[in-house]
């Protein structure tokens, strides 16, 4: 009930001070708007019948991408700035759990950008989300939220460790959109690259939404691409353990997580 309370605090607090920057308002409110423009513009003389699939759901992962990108790293860069850091981390509620309410918090505004998408595709490109398999979408969709908490809390403690958060926020935004799918099928990428995006859960992500939404060939195909993405995801969570008990014993140690 405490680690509850903590988090329940964290994600309040997070939410007015997120929504209180204007940058921030920007990636969550203005960044995905620009992406479904950009993402009507390329698919909208396509040969896919429900190319507003594609428009929502890839303008709505890029812009929960960058939201989670940029908060995980702007957080700790901001934390660190004000003199927290230290605070937080050695603070008597454990630095995870206060993390998993940021990354929380995070995850939800990078929601709203999906469904201003799906507003804006409506309204302005006449189109609509089309769902084939309504259970399963939402169960697809549940799983693409715990994967990138699970992406975030493990990018949280390695920005948290390394004094070049901001260059490491911006090497890894794009990179993830052309790796995993989001932007153009990874059938389109070099075969050498490819085992790379593979071991990414966003590539699995986009690939059972947009099956449970246009249409399951090989429900058997379908199954284990969730498992996939399942197993990847508890993946990051043991790794993220394992970096936040090295951030714990660096900060005893060598207590190097200021500025100076």
């Known amino acids: 009930m405490l680690n509850l309370k903590v988090i329940l605090s964290t994600f309040k607090l997070h939410l007015s001070q997120s929504f209180s920057r204007v940058t921030f308002r920007f990636c969550i409110i203005v960044q995905p ?3 479904t423009f950009i993402f009507y513009m390329m698919y909208k003389d396509s040969s896919y019948a429900n190319y507003a699939n594609y428009i929502i759901l890839g303008s709505g992962l890029t812009s929960l991408w960058s939201s989670i990108c940029f908060s995980s790293a702007g957080d700790i860069e901001r934390e660190r700035y004000m ?4 605070n937080l981390v050695s603070s008597p509620s454990k630095f995870t759990t206060i993390v998993l309410g ?12 999906m469904a201003l998408s799906l507003i804006f595709t409506r309204v302005f490109f006449n189109g609509s989300l089309h769902i084939e398999h309504g259970f399963l979408f939402f169960i697809s ?13 493990v990018i949280a403690p390695i920005f948290t460790l390394s004094k070049n958060a901001r260059a490491l926020m911006n090497c890894l935004e794009y990179p ?16 050498f690259i490819r085992p790379l995006s593979y071991i ?5 992500t986009v690939k059972i939404l947009r ?5 399951i ?11 996939i993405l399942f197993c990847i995801s508890m993946v990051y969570l043991i790794i993220s353990k394992v970096l936040f008990s090295r951030i714990d014993k660096r900060t005893r140690i060598k207590a190097t997580l200021g500025v100076s």
């Open 176 to 191: 993830i959109f052309i790796l995993c799918g989001f932007v153009f099928p990874i059938t389109l990428l070099p075969r």
């Open 83 to 86: 003199g927290t850091l230290e």
């Open 217 to 227: 060939d090989n429900f058997s195909i379908f199954y284990r691409e969730m498992f």
């Open 141 to 153: 969709f549940i799983l693409m939220i715990f994967s990138f908490v699970c992406i975030a809390l």
């Open 200 to 204: 990414l859960s966003p590539t699995w």
């Open 102 to 113: 940021k990354v929380l918090a995070n995850t939800l505004l990078g929601l709203t950008g």
């Open 211 to 215: 099956e449970s939404s246009l249409g």
């Open 33 to 35: 708007l620009i992406y």
